[in-house]
């Protein structure tokens, strides 16, 4: 029976862990759930799941959830310690990182610290912590499993060790993108797109800012940094190729012309459930894949005039240091804006362009360093939207 601690748990990802806990429960047990502000979507899990411990982002939403639970043994908690207390508490075998954003560098990397199998669904994190992340995973021996399905193809296409999957003979990594709503659309036609076509994904039911990122590309660019650290490469190495199907959720190609491929049903519980079993597998109830009904797999390169992000966070890996740091907190607060009809949806890129090429980057030495940068770029962020000054 494994202990799971699941950051973000009435998220989509978070959804989907449950669905595979529910599937499983001779296997798995939900000891302990977070949530930022949903109170009456953790009312219901507590009730089904009854977690011992639960974190809220706030003291309100704790009290208020509170009272919904009367009836429960569970305890109820609120605010940041306690998140990285859930995340390490002796009870927990796994610890899901499934918060959205920035906000899910700190518990993950208590549950790191700890020694947790850690599923990795925050990928922001892990771009803008960096090499100081994979060098906490490697220092307390803690197995890392990407939860972010192309990471997790890759994961899958790559030679398995008792330690993990690991790189060896490889020439380029193949990590594919949907392409999103706007693929085929013109710069004229995404001028003025809205938060509600911009969130309408044609493959995945995903969060609303991971739907934007998708959207802009700047899901890709970040997984392309996602991509280096976890699986200690260049952007040189790695070949994004744009696959509207999102069947192949990522290929690695070999020395020797071999291409290795994992596909599927575009769903998230396929990559959770490969990530809370490895080495082993489990049934998800997800429908078998059907190449007769899919008919034809389709590839193209991405477009980078009209989807600048990929460009820029590749700028930034190679700018290094605090950059990474500087343009995932810059695509935050603009991602966050367009939400609230601040900015226009080919705004977010120019905003993040335009903070990235004003960051002084630094070197990221501790940990406190990547806060320093994120709380910087956020302030620079916030005064250029609200200057509207975007070039
Ligand atoms: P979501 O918006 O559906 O859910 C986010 C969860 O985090 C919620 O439980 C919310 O309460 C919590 N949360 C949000 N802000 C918080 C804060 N400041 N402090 C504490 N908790 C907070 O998001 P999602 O789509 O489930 O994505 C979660 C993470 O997984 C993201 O990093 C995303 O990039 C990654 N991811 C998601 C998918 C997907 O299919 N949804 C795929 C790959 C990776
Ligand atoms: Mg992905």
């Not at 993950?108 to 990928?123: D, M, P, Q, S, W």
């Not at 392309?224 to 790695?238: G, H, K």
Request: with cysteine; aromatic share 6%.
């Amino acid at each position: 029976m494994q202990g799971i601690c699941l950051l973000g748990a009435t998220g989509s990802i978070g959804q989907s862990t449950l669905d595979i806990i529910a599937q499983h429960p001779d296997k798995f047990s939900l000891i302990s759930a977070s949530a930022n502000e949903s109170v009456a979507k953790m009312a219901e899990i507590c009730h089904r799941f009854k977690p011992q411990r639960v974190v809220m982002g706030t003291e309100k939403a704790r009290d208020e959830l509170a009272l919904l639970c009367v009836d429960l043994p569970t305890s109820f908690e609120w605010g940041s310690d306690a998140l990285d207390s859930i995340a390490s508490d002796s009870a927990v075998d796994q610890v899901m990182a499934a918060i959205m954003g920035f906000a899910g560098l700190k518990p993950t990397l208590a549950g790191i610290r700890a020694g947790k199998r850690t599923l990795l669904a925050n990928k922001e994190s892990l771009v803008t912590a960096g090499k100081l992340f994979m060098d906490e995973v490697t220092r307390h021996n803690v197995v890392l499993l990407p939860i972010d399905s192309e990471h997790n193809a890759i994961y899958q296409s790559l030679p398995q060790t008792s330690q993990g999957a690991h790189k060896k003979d490889i020439s380029k990594i193949l990590l594919t993108a949907s392409g999103a709503p706007f693929r085929t659309w013109s710069l004229d036609e995404m001028s003025s797109v809205t938060p509600e076509q911009a969130c309408k994904h044609p493959n995945w039911s995903m969060g609303q800012k991971i739907s934007i990122d998708s959207a802009t590309l700047m899901n890709k660019g970040l997984e392309l940094i996602e991509a280096c650290w976890l699986f200690d490469v260049t952007p040189n190495d790695v070949e994004v190729v744009v696959h509207p199907e999102s069947i192949i959720h990522s290929m690695v190609s070999y020395r020797d012309g071999s291409v290795i491929a994992q596909m599927g049903n575009p769903d998230m519980k396929i990559p959770i459930a490969y990530g809370m079993t490895w080495p082993d597998r489990i049934e998800t109830q997800v429908d078998p894949l059907n190449l007769v009904d899919v008919t034809r797999l389709n590839f193209e390169a991405p477009d980078l005039t009209r989807f600048p992000n990929l460009q820029l966070a590749a700028d930034a890996w190679f700018a290094g240091g605090s950059a990474m740091a500087a343009l995932n907190a810059a695509n935050e607060v603009a991602v966050d804006a367009f939400l609230k009809r601040k900015i226009s949806f080919l705004d977010i890129a120019r905003f993040n362009e335009k903070v990235l090429s004003s960051t002084n980057v630094v070197a990221i030495d501790v940990i406190e360093d990547v806060f320093e940068a994120d709380a910087q770029a956020r302030s620079l962020a916030q005064k250029y939207i609200s200057d509207g000054s975007v070039s």
